[in-house]
């Protein structure tokens, strides 16, 4: 039975008002603006943030709604993105590299969505994410691995997909470079946070109840950083809502990108 929409309401404030549980309920909340990239290292280095466990778990139990949500046919924006952007290749069954690819939630996806799949591997540089893909994917392939030290040979794949990922990597420019190394055609930057009139900038927040840091570009800079690895900018999607302007003072909102080689 429905709680009275008055006491979910109460109970909501009461949530938001309290940081213990709004960091274990919400997914994302207690965002901080961080003074540069040093800060961001060490923040990143204090906490277990996407290697613990517990993270792995809570996020798996936040896309398992989503995940029933498309297999009914109503996918979320962010998945219909996902594939229109591999569609958008012209590639029937690629070799897809997925950099980021978590509990690999996004083999599901694709297997689900594109008529004729993929040639799917995941990548994630978090043990306990790999650990949970594997038990929950166990016919696709799953490595642990660096996204800024890929180990593939150039033009392993012909498609590099990162999902959801570059937001949560300090040397996003190494993992750009790495991205367009290792693709033989195309490379995708799935829901990446942008801002269109404002610098790059570094946060902290607290994401399934554990810190981390993410990045939310400016446009311009990652536009050059990609044209700098070789690759053009082809076709862009606009994604789901991520504001961030109460703590930056900045309108955002995620883009998926898709650059050719």
């Known amino acids: 039975m429905k709680l009275p929409r008055i006491i979910r309401k109460i109970g909501g404030r009461i949530i938001k008002a309290t940081p213990i549980l709004r960091r274990q309920i919400l997914f994302s909340t207690d965002y901080r603006v961080l003074a540069g990239v040093e800060e961001a290292r060490r923040a990143a280095a204090s906490s277990g943030g996407w290697l613990a466990a517990r993270t792995v778990a809570r996020q798996e139990r936040a896309y398992d709604s989503l995940i029933a949500a498309m297999k009914r046919g109503d996918p979320r924006r962010d998945f219909q993105v996902a594939a229109e952007a591999i569609t958008a290749t012209g590639i029937p069954h690629p070799r897809l590299l997925d950099v980021g690819c978590g509990s690999g939630y996004y083999s599901e996806v694709f297997s689900t969505l594109l008529r004729d799949g993929v040639d799917y591997t995941g990548v994630d540089y978090s043990d306990?994410?790999?650990?949970?893909?594997?038990?929950?994917?166990?016919?696709?392939?799953?490595?642990?691995?660096?996204?800024?030290?890929?180990?593939?040979?150039?033009?392993?794949?012909?498609?590099?997909?990162?999902?959801?990922?570059?937001?949560?990597?300090?040397?996003?420019?190494?993992?750009?470079?790495?991205?367009?190394?290792?693709?033989?055609?195309?490379?995708?930057?799935?829901?990446?946070?942008?801002?269109?009139?404002?610098?790059?900038?570094?946060?902290?927040?607290?994401?399934?109840?554990?810190?981390?840091?993410?990045?939310?570009?400016?446009?311009?800079?990652?536009?050059?950083?990609?044209?700098?690895?070789?690759?053009?900018?082809?076709?862009?999607?606009?994604?789901?809502?991520?504001?961030?302007s109460a703590v930056t003072g900045h309108r955002s909102g995620t883009v998926t990108y898709l650059f050719a080689l």
Not at 177 to 183: G, H, L, S, W, Y
């Open 128 to 244: 306990a994410m790999i650990e949970r893909a594997r038990a929950r994917y166990p016919s696709a392939s799953f490595e642990v691995a660096d996204a800024t030290r890929l180990p593939y040979p150039d033009g392993a794949f012909d498609i590099v997909f990162n999902g959801v990922s570059l937001m949560h990597i300090i040397d996003y420019q190494a993992a750009i470079r790495e991205a367009a190394r290792v693709a033989a055609r195309y490379c995708v930057f799935h829901s990446v946070p942008v801002f269109d009139d404002y610098r790059t900038t570094y946060l902290r927040k607290y994401a399934y109840g554990a810190p981390v840091v993410e990045v939310v570009f400016g446009r311009q800079e990652l536009i050059s950083l990609c044209q700098s690895a070789g690759l053009q900018l082809l076709q862009e999607w606009p994604g789901i809502a991520y504001d961030v």
